[in-house]
C-alpha cells in the first residue's frame, strides 16, 4: 500500500497551516516550519506532516519518506491506515536517532522528536515512530487497561515490520526473548489490569498479545490470527479518537472477527491473576533456541510453522508455503 506526498502548500483542503500548527503547538512538542509541510495520502487516508525549520542532517524529502515507509507499514498491517486523517509532528533534538515520541487523541497527532545528526540507517532501524502511528487503531481505554494499549504497540510493530520485510524473524524473536520475561508478574503482583508496573505494561501486554496471537492461531487452525482480531477493530471503526468505557468492549469486537472467544477468555484469566507462562517451554515448543547469543530455529519443534507463519511476509505464497503443513 503506498502513500502519496504532496506539498501542503495550495491545498484546497479547509485545514489551514496555521490550523495544523496550532494542533502541533497545542500538545506535546510545539512545531513551527511553516515551509517545511506535507500532506501525505495513504490510500483513502490523509497526513498533515509539519517538520520543524532546523538544520537537519538528513534532507526534508529523506525525512517525509521515512514517515511514508512507516505509515505504510501500519497501513499493511490493519489492510488501511487506521485513521481517515492524522498530524504528525517532527522536531529536532541534538544528536542522532528518533529520540521518543508520542501520539495523542487530538487530531489525532503523533510527534516525535528526531536528532539533527540522523542518518538514513537512523530512521531505517526506527521502531519509535511506528509504535506511535499503531496507537492510532485503538480506543482510548480506562487507566487499567492502560497495558494493552502499550502492549500491542510493541506486539505489532514488531510483527508488522517483519510482515512488511523491515525486519527479519530472528531480529523479532530476539527482541521478545529478551523483552518477553519482563512483563511476568513479580511478587504482590494482581494481574494486568492491577499491577501498572513499567514491565506488566509494556511488556506483560506485548507477552499477552503473543499469547493471544498464539491461541486464535491453534483454535482456528492457521485461517485468523491476532492480526484479523485487530483488522476487526479497526473495521468496526474504532480508533484512538473513541473512548470506551472497558476493554471488555472492544475484545468482544474482535473476538467476533476471528469467530473465537481466544482474546476475552485470556482476559479473564490475567486481569486480576498472576498468570505466569513459562517462557522456556513456550521458546521451545516454537523452535526458538536461545542457548547461543544468535537466535536459530528448530524447524521440527511442534510450533515451528506457526512461529514462521507469525513473522512471515505480506506476499501470498509466503503465507501459503507457512501454512501448508500448520497442524499440532
Request: charged share 20%; aromatic share 8%; with cysteine.
Amino acid at each position: 500500500m503506498a502513500a502519496i506526498v504532496r506539498d501542503l502548500a495550495g491545498s484546497a483542503h479547509p485545514l489551514t497551516i496555521v490550523c495544523l500548527l496550532a494542533v502541533l503547538t497545542g500538545a506535546a512538542y510545539p512545531v513551527c516550519a511553516q515551509q517545511n509541510s506535507t500532506i501525505i495520502d495513504v490510500g483513502d487516508s490523509r497526513l498533515y506532516v509539519v517538520i520543524e525549520n532546523s538544520k537537519f542532517r538528513l534532507s526534508q524529502r529523506d525525512i517525509i519518506d521515512w514517515i511514508r515507509r512507516s505509515a505504510d507499514v501500519v497501513a499493511n498491517y490493519y489492510a488501511r491506515f487506521p485513521t481517515k486523517q492524522a498530524y504528525i509532528g517532527v522536531r529536532a533534538a541534538a544528536g542522532a536517532g528518533v529520540k521518543r515520541g508520542r501520539a495523542l487523541r487530538d487530531g489525532p497527532t503523533v510527534n516525535v522528536t528526531m536528532g539533527v545528526e540522523s542518518t538514513a540507517n537512523d530512521l531505517q532501524t526506527d521502531w519509535i515512530l511506528i509504535h506511535e502511528l499503531i496507537h492510532l487503531a485503538f480506543p482510548r481505554v480506562p487507566d487499567r487497561h492502560h497495558w494493552i494499549e502499550e502492549g500491542l504497540a510493541v506486539y505489532v510493530e514488531s510483527i508488522a515490520r517483519a510482515n512488511a520485510g523491515t525486519l527479519t524473524p530472528e531480529e523479532v524473536w530476539r527482541g521478545f526473548v529478551l523483552g518477553m520475561p519482563h512483563g511476568l508478574p513479580r511478587a504482590d503482583d494482581r494481574g494486568l489490569d492491577f499491577t501498572p508496573t513499567w514491565g506488566r505494561t509494556y511488556w506483560g501486554g506485548a507477552l499477552f498479545c503473543l499469547l493471544a496471537d498464539i491461541d486464535i492461531r491453534k483454535a482456528s487452525g492457521g485461517k485468523m490470527t491476532l492480526r484479523d482480531a485487530l483488522r476487526g477493530i479497526v473495521d468496526a471503526g474504532f480508533d484512538m479518537t473513541d473512548q470506551v468505557d472497558s476493554l471488555s468492549t472492544v475484545l468482544t469486537v474482535a473476538d467476533a472477527a476471528t469467530g473465537t472467544l481466544t482474546l476475552t477468555a485470556l482476559y479473564d484469566r490475567m486481569k486480576d491473576s498472576p498468570e505466569a507462562p513459562d517462557l522456556s517451554a513456550l521458546w521451545d515448543q516454537l523452535g526458538i533456541d536461545t542457548q547461543y547469543q544468535k537466535i536459530q530455529f528448530n524447524e521440527r519443534a511442534p510450533l515451528a510453522a506457526l512461529r514462521a507463519a507469525i513473522t512471515a511476509g505480506d506476499h501470498p505464497r509466503a503465507a501459503e508455503r507457512h501454512y501448508k503443513d500448520f497442524t499440532y
